[in-house]
Each structure stands twice: as C-alpha cells, then as structure tokens.
C-alpha cells in the first residue's frame, strides 16, 4: 500500500485574490501491478511551456504515463521498494506498457528496467537510498540528493532493506542518445 501524500494547491477566487483550492491526499495513485511495491503518485502536470495558471481543475487528473508531453511537466512521487521484494518478479514490458511507455525499455540491455525518456528529470531522494544505473556506470543517491537526469539509458536499484521515495520533476524534451536513433530507425520503414 503506497504512501498517501498530501497535497495542497493553490488558486484565484473571482475577483482573483489567491485561495487554497485543494488539500487532501493525492488521488492519481498508480501502483504498477506488474512491478509489485512500485507506485507512482501524479501530483500535478503541465500540457505546456510557460504554463498556465488559470481555472482550479485538478491538472493531475487522468491516466498516468511515463513522460509529459512536449513542453510540459509531471511532480510525481515514486515509491521503489527493495530488489528483493520485485526486480525477480517484474515484467518490465507490462510495467512500461502499463504507463504508455512500450518504447522506452532498452531491449538491448541485460537489465529488463534499463530505459529512456525524453526528458530532463529533476529527482530528488526524500527517503531511503538508491542506485542510479547507466550504461557506463552507477551511482548511489541518498536522502538529500538531487540527480538530473538528461534523456539518458537509466535504471533505478535499492540495494537495501527499506523502500526509497523519490521526488521527480518530469519535463518534456528533445529526444537524444538512443531515442534519436530510434526515431531515425523508425522514420526509415
């Protein structure tokens, strides 16, 4: 069962004097059936860039998918619990089909999670410890830790005995490295 994370977002009354619009939990939780423990928690998205701050509606309503679109952004929280508990039992072709992202696994690679996106991720760790994997290295991330991560083949590992909770902001870029190949690959047939 996922963390229910509080969320308070702000607004504008009619006569456009700012007021709390919503506080509760986050209601677009996605526990990803085929990664047991691992759960994605939306809480808020943009469509564009500069965004727009009009109207109260929930922005973070509606399916979750891996990346925003072009020019917008995700605030999500993931919750990965230990290897131990799902890396053995994940189906990672599910999992990324699942959140619409059957294109981002690196089929290539010996590591079924190893993926791409095409963004820049702001991930902040707000629990715990984990591994972020590369190609051509890995490093560990601990609470207090802020990884960018810039449209690169990655996979997350927790090495330890307590699940990481991380903070990432989701904003939509130019694919490049692996993605841009794929683009020209499929752009050929």
Known sequence: MPHRIRRVVTGHDKSGKSVFVMDGKAPNVLEMAS????????????????????????????RIVLEPPAGGTILRIVEIPPDSKWRKSADARKAFASIGAGGAPDHASADAMMHATATVDYIIVLKGEIWAILDTGEKRLEQGDVLIQRGTNHSWSVRTREPCVIAAVLVGAKPVGRLTRKKKAVGRR
């Open 35 to 62: 990664m047991p423990g691992v759960a994605l928690t939306d809480l808020w998205r943009t469509k564009t860039a500069p965004a727009s701050n009009a109207g109260n509606a929930d922005a973070a309503v509606g």
